[in-house]
């Protein structure tokens, strides 16, 4: 990817959420079980990324919950970041990827189910919030690196085995 | 537990990583009827997103064989292989010099049950030394497999314990079979639920929180 050194390349970790204007890109690597959501609007061309890891900030045990853990924490912490950026609710769209099961034929465990719990919670909640899911790339088996460009709203998905796709 | 070990706990926990994995690299060098360097190992408290930079970062492929640990102390122990150590180690297992390691879709059966038996031997005399050292009742799972980028296959080992806390204290090994070091390594890696770290101090009489 060509980029002017104008242009940044936001990176968001494990467990961790950030935002990003264009012209500068952001991307989370590794997506296992993990859901990246991405949240944005194309006519102010700004997005936010999670990279979540468990459905539900009620599975918790510790006493101060890390927001961008959860699913329901982050998106809650996205779309309240957003409006506070004066971005219209109802311009939000958002694409979402990941929730694979990285150890397949051996869903014994329910945390080896962890990646199709994450995906149906991220879908509901996106849905509950009225926030459409314009696009997604999500279960399989393959751990999956995504970059989002706030400018085109593509979601550009790499794979170790497929490639890149374009969502 | 407070976030920070002392120096007697963090001596202590090196001292059963290199119990663990001393044991476990012999196991492996008489499987495998080679040598097999083991460094020094280490402790060390990160966070989710440090623990992937120890194999080469989040879109590093490695080889991940993990097992649940069960008994008096609980957590995850990982059996790590760069692509290079894996490949030769199917290789040498199979009498076959024309096997490559891909991604765990294309994997072929027989290659698979190899890696797993071997994680099975190598992590069965890390956890036996482990428990023969401290006394206590240790078992592990079946063991997982997955290849694939770094992030997505450490992490699920991890989910259980990512609800309790953002750190983890690993207690690890680098091994290596190859003559050339590469830049991703292996790794025999303990990663203990932090309710089980007194267990295991007590069991070797140190009273941790006094």
Request: hydrophobic share 45%; net charge negative; charged share 20%.
């Amino acid at each position: 990817m060509q980029m002017s050194s104008r242009e940044k390349l936001v990176t968001v970790g494990i467990a961790d959420l950030k935002f990003v204007e264009s012209p500068h890109t952001i991307r989370t690597s590794g997506l296992g079980s993990c859901v990246g959501i991405v949240i944005y609007d194309l006519s102010k061309q700004i997005a936010g990324l999670a990279h979540i890891m468990l459905p539900d900030s009620s599975l918790s045990k510790q006493a101060n919950i890390n927001t961008y853990k959860y699913a329901d924490t982050a998106i809650a912490y996205l779309l309240r970041y957003l409006q506070a950026r004066g971005v219209s609710r109802f311009q939000l769209k958002a694409k979402i990827a990941g929730g694979a099961q990285m150890f397949p034929n051996q869903l014994t465990s329910e945390v080896m189910r962890i990646g199709p719990r994450n995906i149906e919670s991220v879908e509901a909640l996106l849905k509950k919030n009225n926030i459409p899911i314009v696009s997604s790339d999500v279960g399989g088996n393959s751990g999956r690196t995504i970059v989002f460009n706030p400018q085109t709203g593509a979601l550009t998905i790499r794979t170790v085995n497929k490639g890149e796709t374009v969502i | 537990m407070s976030d920070d070990l002392s120096n007697l706990e963090n001596d202590i926990l090196r001292e059963i990583g290199n119990i663990g994995a001393g044991n476990a690299t012999t196991s492996m060098a008489s499987l495998m009827n080679k040598e097999i360097n083991m460094e020094v190992p280490y402790v060390h408290l990160l966070t989710i997103n440090e623990i992937m930079d120890i194999v080469g970062g989040p879109e590093e492929i490695i080889v991940t064989t993990f097992f649940k640990v069960e008994g008096d102390i609980t957590g995850t122990v990982y059996f790590l292989l760069s692509l290079e150590e894996a490949t030769s180690i199917v290789r040498e297992m199979l009498k076959d010099d024309t096997i490559e390691i891909n991604v765990l879709e294309e994997l072929d059966e027989m290659v698979m049950s190899v890696l797993k038996e071997v994680a099975n031997i190598v992590v069965g005399a890390y956890i036996s030394a482990l428990a023969d050292f401290t006394k206590i009742n240790i078992q592990t799972t079946v063991p997982f497999l997955s290849i694939d980028m770094a992030a997505a296959t450490l992490v699920t080992g991890l989910i259980e314990f990512s609800r309790e806390s953002d750190h983890a204290i690993l207690i690890g090994s680098e091994f290596s079979g190859q003559e050339v070091k590469k830049h991703a390594q292996s790794h025999f890696l303990l990663v203990p639920d932090f309710d089980s770290i007194p267990t295991l101090f007590r069991a070797l009489g140190v009273h941790a929180d006094e």
